[in-house]
């Protein structure tokens, strides 16, 4: 037997040895998990072809992105997981869904989106301290060209409408809960002085920008359906080809974080879907004109309203199972 001085010595490793261990200790490097990579998907990082949905849920910072920016920034980006998935504006579809459980909240996000079409829902149930909360994001970019006979290098303003049909509701001090709507030209939110956008009756709010928001508040607790029609104003110049965005978002979080005891909760349900309704009209020199064309990369008329799809049985599971996991709250730690 070696004594046991001539166990414990130092041995020195072969050059075969280092290398080998180099080797391994490289290996295991890279088949070792990395932590999730954020793609901070907005609507100027997909191309002029392409649609995305994001869905959000964790811990909130209590920032307020617009639709069609990136909402990852109104999350701690220590406490929070995301799922986001890019599709084709040309026939493509995508789905995402996400949730969350800690000590300050239980919260799930899903929804499924096509070029002309956006169905989501998101739930929250949180302790009237911090900001937990979820969000689902969707949206699609198209690359148009509006065409006429004899108009073509004449500026003139596309009207287009959105539907929204949808529901919310909200318990406790602060539950609150809110969808959002916004269009884009040339990666550029439009402005109210570039045509006659109508926001419908959706809620008042002071911006510059062609927005339109619909939410609730609790405290006291109440509920509240959405049936209402947004129309857009694009200008352009027939002839020349610009990208569209057309993007929106549902939240349910939070509108205050506070020492109140007791929980709070929102639901935004809106899987009856934000839709494209058609073209409004096209003005020229605020008068309307016929006699025009609309082309598009993708192929889509968007003359007409997008027919609503058939929503997918696996997407209605999933809204339900994130609905059974809304639960009471307890101490365990995020799941990751």
């Not at 609790?218 to 352009?236: E, K, L, Q």
Request: aromatic share 8%.
């Amino acid at each position: 037997m070696l004594p046991l001085r001539s166990l414990l010595a130092p041995v020195s490793p072969t050059p075969g040895f280092r290398s080998f261990a180099a080797a391994a200790v490289l290996a295991l490097l890279v088949l070792a998990p990395s932590p999730p990579v954020h793609a901070a998907l907005d609507q100027s990082a997909i191309s002029n072809v392409s649609g995305f949905i994001g869905a959000y849920a964790g811990l909130q910072n209590g920032s307020n992105p617009d639709a069609g920016g990136d909402l990852e920034t109104a999350y701690l980006a220590s406490d929070f997981l995301f799922d986001e998935v890019v599709f084709a504006t040309g026939g493509g579809s995508a789905s995402a869904s996400q949730s969350y459980s800690g000590a300050l909240g239980t919260n799930s996000a899903s929804g499924m989106a096509q070029a002309g079409t956006v169905r989501f829902q998101a739930q929250n149930v949180a302790s009237n301290q911090g900001f937990a909360g979820s969000m689902v994001h969707a949206g699609w970019n198209d690359a148009i060209t509006l065409s006429h006979p004899t108009l073509n290098g004449i500026d003139g303003v596309w009207l287009f409408d959105i539907d929204v049909s949808g529901s919310f509701a909200a318990t406790g001090f602060a539950g609150s809960a809110r969808v959002e709507l916004s269009a884009y030209k040339d990666n550029l939110q439009l402005r109210k002085n570039q045509g006659p956008f109508d926001p419908g009756a959706s809620d008042p709010i002071s911006t510059d920008r062609q927005q339109a928001q619909w939410g609730i508040s609790s405290a006291p607790n109440g509920s509240r359906s959405v049936s209402d029609t947004v129309t857009f104003a694009v200008p352009f110049t027939f002839g020349e080809a610009f990208t569209l965005g057309v993007y929106s978002f549902a939240s349910a979080g939070k509108r205050s974080s506070s020492a109140v005891p007791g929980t709070s909760t929102a639901n935004a349900d809106f899987l009856s879907t934000v839709s494209w309704g058609g073209t409004n009209d096209v003005l020229v020199s605020g008068s309307p004109v016929g006699g025009f064309s609309i082309g598009a990369a993708s192929g889509i008329d968007w003359l007409a309203a997008v027919p609503e799809p058939h929503i997918p049985s696996g997407l209605l599971l999933l809204a339900l199972v994130g609905a059974c996991a809304l639960r009471p709250l307890s101490s365990a730690a995020p799941q990751r």
